[in-house]
T-cell receptor, first 110, second 112 residues
Framework: GQNIDQPTEMTATEGAIVQINCTYQ??????LFWYQQHAGEAPTFLSY????GLEEKGRFSSFLSRSKGYSYLLLKELQMKDSASYLC???????????FGTGTQLKVEL | DGGITQSPKYLFRKEGQNVTLSCEQN?????MYWYRQDPGQGLRLIYY???????QKGDIAEGYSVSREKKESFPLTVTSAQKNPTAFYLC???????????FGPGTRLTVL
């Protein structure tokens, strides 16, 4: 089966850097996704990692370590609009299904 | 514009009534999915369909039904057998060659 763990809440200051961690246990690994979800809205795709290492995309970067079952999302130069829930997800079996973590609610303060 | 649409955005129904949520996509995606999200929780898979006229149960299919008569459409019916239907329902689709799922705007269902 699949088990995904993320912190429930985090708070950070505007302009700062924050790291959101995700640990997973899967019976087979086919990559890891990060999504952003603002309150009352749909999740939007941020990143997909299948190989170890850091992938940078503007202010957002995502890191993966397959041997440790660990990923993190790094947000730089935080802005108020980054206040949202960040969901970690892994593919599950066939059918391109995804299993989602419960999400990390990030609050950016002045 | 290509995308996934869900309607309506907000839906109110009386207890014991069946209700159908719409999901349409013009992305030419093969696979479509329905999720339920409750406050403070992640997304849970209800049903999914990889091709027309075929669909499979997800983790929480009881009390729900779906159909996939057209590639573009994947409606979800919430039946009276669903014990706690009040939730945020999200539809997603993917090309099938990649796992990246793209979501519609969601429908918030409230059963009174």
């Amino acid at each position: 089966g699949q088990n995904i763990d993320q912190p429930t809440e985090m708070t950070a200051t505007e302009g700062a850097i924050v790291q959101i961690n995700c640990t997973y246990q899967t019976s087979g690994f086919n990559g890891l996704f990060w999504y952003q979800q603002h309150a009352g809205e749909a999740p939007t795709f941020l990143s997909y990692n299948v190989l170890d290492g850091l992938e940078e995309k503007g202010r957002f970067s995502s890191f993966l370590s397959r041997s440790k079952g660990y990923s993190y999302l790094l947000l730089k130069e935080l802005q108020m609009k980054d206040s949202a829930s960040y969901l970690c997800a892994v593919p599950t079996g066939g059918g391109n299904k995804l299993t989602f973590g419960t999400g990390t609610q990030l609050k950016v303060e002045l | 514009d290509g995308g996934i649409t869900q309607s309506p955005k907000y839906l109110f129904r009386k207890e014991g009534q069946n209700v159908t949520l719409s999901c349409e996509q013009n992305l030419n995606h093969d696979a479509m999915y329905w999720y339920r999200q409750d406050p403070g929780q992640g997304l849970r898979l209800i049903y999914y369909s990889q091709i027309v006229n075929d669909f499979q149960k997800g983790d929480i299919a009881e009390g729900y039904s779906v159909s996939r008569e057209k590639k573009e459409s994947f409606p979800l019916t919430v039946t009276s057998a669903q014990k706690n239907p009040t939730a945020f329902y999200l539809c997603a689709s993917t090309t099938g060659s990649t796992d990246t799922q793209y979501f519609g705007p969601g429908t918030r269902l409230t059963v009174l």
